[in-house]
Antibody, heavy 122, light 110 residues
Framework: EVQLVESGGGLVKPGGSLRLSCAAS????????MSWVRQAPGKGLEWVGH??????????DYAAPVKGRFTVSRDDSKNTLYLQMYTLKTEDTAVYYC?????????????WGQGTLVTVSS | QSALTQPASVSGSPGQSITISCTGT?????????VSWYQQHPGKAPKLMIY???NRPSGVSNRFSGSQSGNTASLTISGLQAEDEADYYC??????????FGTGTKVTVL
């Protein structure tokens, strides 16, 4: 059974930094494209960024609002995905989900974690 | 990359069929067969209902179907049931190698 477990959320001041982790199990993590998706309170889903498998280049892509401030990385030896967030803004307040697709390399979001809440407030 | 456009709300009576539209551009919906649809109940993580325009993951009811024409994709729910009341989002891969979600549609079962 696929499991994704996020951690690392919490309260941070504007301008601060935070690192989220996503522990994966139940599938071959190294083969999977992994994504972060967020949802602000009472709002819709917003794609944050992804990292491709090393076989597909291991490259990252980001949504415009976070590009240059957020970094997605992975440790295939630990089956763990990361989201390093810098220069946080109040509008980054959201539940952050990690997700992976229906099959390796698919561009959809089949499996989701439970989410971790990030609150950016002074 | 702007969010894909969905109607804010759609409603129907039990047993009826409803369709939710998702309008993008030639750089996303119109350019790729990577449109997917998600159902989200309050306080829950989203659930994949349709992938690659019209494919249903195993375990998803065949009452859910997807299609695409040009820059617009659609999700149809037939035989509407009370449990279908939820928020629905479309998503598409884009020419920039990013993904984008739709604005979301609240489905109400009357």
């Amino acid at each position: 059974e696929v499991q994704l477990v996020e951690s690392g959320g919490g309260l941070v001041k504007p301008g601060g930094s935070l690192r989220l982790s996503c522990a994966a199990s139940g599938f071959t993590f190294s083969n999977a494209w992994m994504s972060w998706v967020r949802q602000a309170p009472g709002k819709g889903l917003e794609w944050v960024g992804h990292i491709k498998s090393k076989a597909d280049g291991g490259t990252t892509d980001y949504a415009a609002p976070v590009k240059g401030r957020f970094t997605v990385s992975r440790d295939d030896s630990k089956n763990t995905l990361y989201l390093q967030m810098y220069t946080l803004k109040t509008e980054d307040t959201a539940v952050y989900y990690c997700s992976t697709g229906y099959y390796y390399g698919s561009r959809d979001f089949q499996h989701w974690g439970q989410g971790t809440l990030v609150t950016v407030s002074s | 990359q702007s969010a894909l456009t969905q109607p804010a709300s759609v409603s129907g009576s039990p047993g009826q069929s409803i369709t939710i539209s998702c309008t993008g551009t030639s750089s996303d919906v119109g350019d790729y067969k990577y449109v997917s649809w998600y159902q989200q109940h309050p306080g829950k993580a989203p659930k994949l209902m349709i992938y690659e325009v019209s494919n249903r993951p195993s375990g998803v009811s065949n009452r859910f179907s997807g299609s695409q024409s040009g820059n617009t994709a659609s999700l149809t729910i037939s035989g509407l049931q009370a449990e279908d009341e939820a928020d629905y989002y479309c998503s598409s891969y884009t020419s920039s190698s990013t993904s984008v979600f739709g604005t979301g549609t609240k489905v109400t079962v009357l």
